[in-house]
């Protein structure tokens, strides 16, 4: 059974004498964050009360108050005998990973733009389109066809022929990651990751039991990256590996086409299932990618979505494999969901069509947002490295020191959501990286900063740092 020490989670939760009193509460808060974005895993032990009291220089009191808060609020249960261990509650929460609502804090834990205003006219076109459905039962488990068959173009113009029949609509890439993964994992099997990566696949990952082998990605040597993950699959052969070689979530990096076929006979050598998110392909700003990573290694189960080039409340995404294995991922799908809703297909129907010209404009914005973070970083941070990626809608940050973890806490006490390094990875490490997403207009990102600039001084206890400048992302 996991459990974490008390020196460990009063290093988490920091110092707790700037926040408002009562003093219980606000070490229930800091534990809260910190069961929320996964540093304190689920189910893990909690410290005694009186060796956490210890560590963190409080009273008892305080930390008996504090347990007794979570576990009323579901962030925590007790065990007769055995302790208190950290839970979920049952409903949705405002942890520092799940969005929350919208209180008027600044978000930079979540990289979820706006929608752009042919949103919502595709939704009125949509709306005007349902009628002729009507009629029937409205139940379409694979996808609505219409749907189906734009995506399998978009994949043939990126340089990918499919049919529609080798496309299963989901309710997002997540879901579609996690049907990817139900179909290839048992309980124990390895899934080879990236460290860093996105933090869900990983639960998702969990929840299955999956052993995770992860392999080290660093943007500034994003080349070594190929070494380690040729090594693990010729010595590990795990069943399947999540992977990212469009503008990878967190680190940007962008594999190029003679990566990808070294990386697809690597693959194809250890018998692996590659299971490609491909959430940001279209989200080029000064590359695009090749072709899919499918088209290098034909087996792969390749997870898209129109969350980022769109809207995250548009939940359509899908998965592109061979037919029989879409067949298999559908019946797999029918049991929690028989299908997806048809207006939002229908939607996206519309917006697929004028794809092009969304994309010009949503490139546009998201070079001048990513420019104004990156000056107002060197203006106000100048110690922090940070790499500018090809793509994307992220910035992947080093820290001077690990104290990533710190500057969250720091931030959300001045309004500004973070999401820790660590959340990105498999353990404690990535505590000197911190991502920032530029999907806000620029002066909210401008107004973050200064926030975040605060909060990293208080972190740091304000200790001078020294920076090196970004380096290129592209293998």
Not at 61 to 81: F, I, K, N
Not at 140 to 169: K, M, N, Q, S
């Amino acid at each position: 059974m996991d459990s974490i020490s008390a020196r460990r989670l009063a290093d988490l939760a920091g110092d707790l004498r700037g926040d408002r009193p009562p003093r219980y509460a606000a070490l229930a808060a800091r534990v809260r964050l910190l069961v929320a974005d996964g540093r304190v895993p689920l189910g893990a032990r909690l410290p005694a009360e009186r060796e956490l009291a210890t560590a963190l220089g409080v009273s008892r009191a305080t930390v008996t108050g504090a347990y007794a808060r979570l576990r009323e609020d579901g962030w925590a249960s007790a065990r007769q005998g055995a302790g208190t261990f950290a839970a979920l509650p049952a409903g949705p929460h405002p942890g520092a990973w799940v969005p929350g609502p919208d209180d008027g804090a600044i978000d930079l834990a979540h990289a979820a733009p706006a929608a752009p205003p042919e949103v919502a006219a595709a939704f009125a076109a949509a709306a005007a389109e349902l009628p002729r459905f009507l009629p029937g039962h409205g139940y379409h488990p694979a996808g609505l066809p219409d749907l189906r068959a734009r995506i399998a173009e978009r994949y043939t113009v990126r340089g990918l022929p499919t049919a529609p029949e080798e496309v299963l609509v989901t309710a997002g890439a997540l879901h579609g990651v996690g049907l990817a993964l139900a179909a290839l994992l048992r309980p124990g099997r390895g899934l080879l990751v990236e460290q860093p990566t996105y933090p869900n696949a990983l639960d998702a990952a969990r929840a299955l039991g999956a052993r995770l082998l992860p392999t080290a990605l660093d943007p500034e040597a994003p080349w070594e990256w190929l070494d380690t993950a040729e090594g693990a699959l010729r010595t590990v052969r795990p069943p399947a590996a999540y992977l990212m070689p469009d503008f990878q979530n967190p680190t940007g990096v962008l594999l190029g086409a003679a990566g990808r076929e070294r990386l697809a006979g690597a693959v194809a050598r250890a018998g692996t299932t590659a299971v490609v998110d491909e959430t940001l392909a279209e989200l080029g700003l000064d590359a695009l990618p090749p072709a899919p990573f499918a088209a290098f290694a034909p087996g792969t189960l390749s997870v898209g979505s129109l969350s980022k080039v769109f809207w995250g409340g548009l939940r359509i995404g899908w998965v592109r494999a061979g037919a029989d294995v879409v067949q298999r991922l559908t019946a797999l799908s029918a049991r929690s969901t028989m299908s997806g809703p048809v207006v939002e297909q229908l939607a996206a129907c519309m917006l697929l069509d004028g794809i092009e010209a969304s994309l010009e404009g949503a490139r546009e914005r998201l070079r001048e947002r990513r420019s104004a973070l990156r000056e107002a970083l060197a203006e106000r941070l100048p110690q922090w490295r940070v790499t500018e990626p090809a793509g994307g809608l992220v910035l992947w940050c080093r820290l001077p020191a690990p104290r990533s973890s710190a500057i969250v806490v720091e931030a959300e006490r001045r309004g500004l959501r973070l999401a820790a390094g660590p959340l990105f990875g498999t353990g404690h490490a990535l505590d000197d990286r911190l991502r920032l997403p530029y999907t806000q207009p620029v002066e909210v990102l401008r107004r973050a900063v200064a926030v975040l600039a605060d909060a990293d001084a208080a972190a740091a206890g304000g200790g001078q740092r020294d920076g090196v400048p970004g380096v290129d992302l592209v293998v």
